[in-house]
C-alpha cells in the first residue's frame, strides 16, 4: 500500500477529527481519580464521542475490540480493555488512548494521567515519555528520512536508562485507522521513506522502565511488560507542511506549538 497524500481538504478534515480526539482527553482528565472503573471512563468517553461530538470511536469493534477506548495503567504498555474490575487507584499511572471518526477521517491520540498523588517515578517516566514524542515531533519536515525519528526517541530514552517497545508503531492516517508508513520509534529499516508535505502520521513512543519486552495477555489485546516495569505512552497525529509540520490532536495542556515551522 503506498503513502497517501493528502490535500489541503483531507487535512482540514483531519484537523476536526484530531481536535475532537484531542476534546475526549481533555474531557476524560477530571474523572480519573482514585476508585472509578475504567469501564465508567470508557462509557463517559463513549458518551462523549457520540451524543457531544456526533462522531464514532474507531476502536469500537476494531478487530474486535470490545470499548470505545484503550485504558493502560502501570505495567500494560498498550491496548488495555477498560473494565468494572479494574479501579485506578492512588499513584497509578494512567494511559488513554482514543481514535475519533468525523466526516470519514481520523483522529488519534493518547496521552498519560496520574491518579491522585503520582509516585516520583511514574511521573518521570511519563515527563521523559512525553518529552521523547516532542523530540521527534520537532525533527519533522519534509526531505528528512522517517527513521530519524525513531534514533532520536531511542537515543534520548535510552540515556535515562529505559527502553522502547519494539512491537508496536506509529503509522499514516487518513480515512483508514492505520495506514503506511509505519512509524518505529526506535533506528530501524524505514524502506527509505522521505518526509513529504502532505503526509499525515501519528508518532507514539510506548516506553518502559525496565526491559523492552512485552507479552499479550489471553484477551488478545491487552499488552504488558514482561517485567512487571511500568509503561508509559504519548501519541499525537502529526502532518507534514511545506516547512515543518502542525500537530493535529494539540490539547491545552500541551507544552509544544501546534505549527513548528523549520527555517531553511
Known amino acids: 500500500m503506498a503513502i497517501i497524500i493528502k490535500t489541503p481538504k483531507q487535512i482540514n478534515k483531519m484537523r476536526i477529527a484530531g481536535r475532537l480526539a484531542a476534546e475526549v482527553l481533555e474531557m476524560i482528565q477530571a474523572y480519573i481519580i482514585p476508585n472509578i472503573s475504567t469501564a465508567t471512563l470508557d462509557r463517559l468517553c463513549h458518551q462523549y464521542i457520540t451524543t457531544k461530538q456526533n462522531a464514532l470511536s474507531a476502536c469500537l469493534n476494531y478487530h474486535g475490540f ?32 482514543v481514535t475519533v471518526v468525523k466526516d470519514q477521517y481520523h483522529g488519534d491520540t493518547s ?98 522502565a525496565g526491559d523492552s519486552k512485552v507479552y499479550c495477555m489471553s484477551d488478545g489485546w491487552t499488552v504488558k511488560t514482561q517485567d512487571s516495569s511500568l509503561s508509559a505512552q504519548y501519541e499525537h497525529t502529526v502532518v507534514v507542511t511545506q516547512n515543518g509540520c502542525e500537530i493535529l490532536t494539540l490539547r491545552q495542556d500541551d507544552t509544544i506549538p501546534r505549527i513548528i515551522v523549520h527555517k531553511h
Open 66 to 97: 470490545p470499548k470505545s477506548v484503550c485504558i493502560s495503567i502501570n505495567d500494560v504498555v498498550c491496548h488495555g480493555i477498560p473494565s468494572e474490575d479494574v479501579i485506578l487507584k492512588e499513584g497509578d499511572i494512567v494511559n488513554v488512548d
Open 111 to 208: 496521552a498519560m494521567f496520574m491518579v491522585g498523588q503520582p509516585t516520583t517515578h511514574g511521573q518521570y517516566l511519563c515527563q521523559i515519555t512525553q518529552e521523547s514524542l516532542y523530540l521527534a515531533i520537532h525533527m519533522v519536515k519534509p526531505g528528512i528520512r522517517l527513521r530519524t525519528l525513531g534514533i532520536v526517541i531511542q537515543r534520548f530514552i535510552e540515556k535515562q536508562n529505559y527502553s522502547v517497545v519494539r512491537e508496536y508503531c506509529g503509522h499514516g492516517i487518513g480515512k483508514q485507522f492505520h495506514e503506511e508508513p509505519q512509524v518505529l520509534h526506535y533506528d530501524a529499516d524505514d524502506g527509505g521513506v522521505v518526509l513529504q508535505p502532505g503526509m499525515a502520521f501519528t508518532i507514539e513512543p510506548m516506553i518502559n
